[in-house]
């Protein structure tokens, strides 16, 4: 059994302590293995109060380490350590990061230049169009793109990135056998198999409301740069574009329709100075010039697909901005109901098109 993972949990696992007070112990003595085998008197002289001290190094905290660890073993989670090749650079750079964080999935795509992309979980169909389009063309050119796996912009962004045949990672605010939103089970599969899947929670966490704001230094901290694509005034993807501010990381924000709620937080950061971001460029233009060098160019354009005289009828019928119910489709394009249907399968089968719930449709970017 590795003693230093043992160890990191045991100082995860103790109340009282925290991720700023572990690395600062851990700090002092030299590894975790260090704090935990340092006596009540040591500890007492670098501040640690007498009961956190005392829980240190009590056979309780180490008999929940070894369940925690036999547990991730049987559910193939890996448990990265601070001190972990694989563990996140960037995020060890941020004031405090998780001593411990709980993966699954393709671990070496941590490795990968990061932009973190958040926004509404209730957001417009031009948000969830945007969004996906980003990321798309994103991980098309060899970044990683990063989310947390809610409703609305994080699912948005999480397909375009999987739909760009790139890699995504999505950082939760529960353990990793608890997926939350449950409808995004699937995705999170996805997710694993093209990416990765993070937590700083234990298996069997639930997904507590004040868990997000913490997973959300994460999704900040591993990422060059942040992209706030819708957001009212109460969201809480405001919180992580404010923490990726205070971590030095850069704040972009996709513009939206001044009436619209969702366009508050955005549209207010850009007044603020955050940089307007119309398409991937805009993101990469803000980037490090050696992660500029590196990025790949999708080879050459999409091929140009044949187009029915219908599929070209419900396309010019049809919005990147606002879903159009079926109703309205057969009204505007004169079409059968047994030819629409056909026609709304067809497109759906060649990506052009996506259906949301209610039977309305919106055209891709």
């Known amino acids: 059994m590795d003693e230093d993972t043992l160890s990191c949990l045991m100082l995860t696992f103790v109340e009282g302590l925290g991720c700023r007070g572990a690395h600062r112990l851990m700090a002092a003595l030299g590894s975790p293995r260090a704090v935990i ?78 932009i973190s992309m958040v926004g509404s979980r209730k957001a417009t169909a031009y948000g969830l169009n945007t969004a996906e389009k980003i ?29 760009g045949k790139g890699q995504t990672v999505a950082v939760l605010g529960s353990g990793l056998d608890i997926i939350y939103p449950r409808e995004n089970r699937h995705l999170a599969r996805q997710i694993r198999a093209n990416g990765c899947i993070l937590s700083e929670f234990p298996l069997g ?33 405001l919180i992580t574009a404010r923490l990726a501010l205070d971590q030095g990381r850069e704040v972009l924000a996709v513009p939206g329709n001044i009436t619209s709620k969702t366009s508050y937080g955005p549209n207010l950061w850009i ?25 790949q160019d999708p080879t050459g354009p999409p091929p140009t697909e044949k187009l029915t005289e219908n599929e070209r009828k419900v396309l010019e019928s049809l919005s990147a901005d606002q879903a159009i119910l079926i109703d309205h489709l057969l009204e505007s394009t004169r079409l059968t109901s047994s030819e629409l249907l056909c026609t709304l399968s067809e497109l759906e089968l060649k990506d052009r098109i996506r259906q949301l719930p209610g039977k309305a449709f919106l ?3």
Not at 212 to 232: K, Q, Y
Not at 274 to 295: C, G, M, N, S, Y
Request: with cysteine; glycine share 6%; hydrophobic share 35%.
């Open 37 to 114: 085998e340092a006596s009540p008197g040591t500890l007492s002289r670098l501040g640690l109060p007498d009961g956190v001290a005392r829980s240190l190094s009590s056979k309780q905290a180490r008999q929940r380490a070894e369940t925690e660890l036999y547990n991730c073993q049987k559910h193939q989670v890996t448990v990265l350590t601070f001190r972990d090749t694989h563990y996140p650079a960037m995020l060890k750079e941020i004031f405090d990061p998780p001593i411990v964080l709980f993966a699954s999935g393709d671990l070496s795509c941590l490795a990968l230049p990061s």
């Open 363 to 365: 055209k891709r970017l």
């Open 205 to 237: 966490s639930p997904p507590l409301p004040q868990n997000f704001p913490m997973r959300n230094r994460i999704i900040s901290g591993i990422s060059l740069a942040t992209c706030l694509v819708e957001a009212n005034r109460s969201s809480g993807s």
């Open 271 to 295: 007044k603020q100075g955050a940089k307007l971001v119309q398409d991937w460029r805009d993101i990469v233009e803000e980037l490090p010039p050696f992660v500029q060098e590196r990025l």
């Open 135 to 163: 990321a798309c063309d994103l991980t098309e050119r060899g970044l990683l793109v990063t989310s947390g796996l809610a409703r609305g912009i994080d699912t948005a962004s999480h397909r375009g990135a999987l739909r």
